[in-house]
């Protein structure tokens, strides 16, 4: 497994992260969950983003895993959260300063850590909240040494707006052959800043597989996007979840890209990947003048 740095963090991760949203279904059973926890690290992946709303992902991680924590760097997320009211999961947002820390102290105590690496918004506060106080709140996280750094989890402008505007460590966004618009509007800030960058979606949920359109609107806009790409043709020979991961994977500002996934097998053939070899610099280039032509002219 390739290591790359974290930003400015000091902080090595795995250029292949583990997303444990999945892990967080309590429908799934736990020793599946306590299998691949472990799988992961034992293949080598040092990085696991986590969140207060991927239900039961905390708790499993502090149950499961929280003993072998000199062994990854993990980072989870506030601002929305979950609870359970008449038996029903709902997620709640709550960006105001209370809320803040008290997700963050609660995440601390299921995930079994007294210091988090990472907190991030999950998001960035809504036009009702008070956002000077919401980042301050966060940033009071770290100077109570409950969290090592801060950061937020947002796309496009305003994900860039807050990275230029507030001292953020990190910043999750989406990132894939399907959806480069980062390239222009995130990562140069990112990079000026010196930020850590952590990229969901880096394969687009391999949208490709399905014979017909996702309901979910997460799911249908790459669904759709994919029907107008070449992306077979740009792969040749190599399978489409290989080639995705390696065009993420082959962008020079990426510190680490998460994929979730509940069964070992595609998480140890996810892993194989990681090999140090990017893909040319001719294949790269057509694949994002494709996109381009598609999506951006």
Not at 148 to 157: E, L, M
Not at 231 to 254: C, K, N, Q, Y
């Amino acid at each position: 497994m390739q290591q790359r740095p974290l930003g400015r963090t000091g902080l090595t991760v795995s250029e292949i992260g583990f997303g444990a949203a999945q892990i967080g279904n309590p429908e799934l059973p736990g020793k599946q969950v306590e299998t691949v926890l472990n799988q992961a690290l034992d293949l080598g992946i040092t990085f696991i983003d986590t969140a207060a709303m991927y239900g039961d992902s905390e708790a499993r991680i502090g149950e499961y895993i929280s003993h072998r924590k000199d062994e990854f760097t993990l980072a989870t997320k506030c601002g929305d959260y979950q609870v359970t009211e008449n038996g029903t999961r709902k997620t709640v947002k709550d960006y105001t300063p209370d809320g803040i820390l008290k997700t963050i102290d609660t995440s601390r105590k299921k995930l079994n850590m007294d210091i988090i690496d990472i907190v991030q918004f999950h998001g960035v506060p809504g036009d009702t909240d008070d956002t000077k106080a919401a980042f301050e709140a966060l940033l009071e996280a770290k100077h109570k040494g409950w969290t090592r750094f801060v950061g937020i989890s947002q796309d496009g402008s305003k994900g860039a707006r807050a990275a230029a505007e507030w001292p953020l460590d990190t910043q999750e966004f989406t990132y894939n052959i399907l959806y480069q618009e980062a390239d222009a509007i995130l990562f140069p800030t990112l990079r000026d800043r010196q930020m850590g960058t952590i990229i969901k979606r880096p394969i687009s949920n391999a949208v490709w597989q399905r014979t017909e359109k996702p309901e979910k609107a997460m799911m249908a806009g790459p669904w759709e996007r994919v029907q107008t790409f070449p992306l077979a043709e740009l792969a040749g020979d190599m399978p489409l979840i290989e080639f995705a991961l390696r065009f993420t994977l082959s962008h020079p500002d990426v510190s680490t890209a998460i994929v979730g996934t509940t069964n070992p097998d595609h998480l140890a053939a996810n892993v194989l990947i990681s090999d140090g070899q990017k893909l040319p610099d001719e294949i790269l280039q057509k694949t994002k003048q494709a996109f381009t032509e598609r999506f951006l002219s």
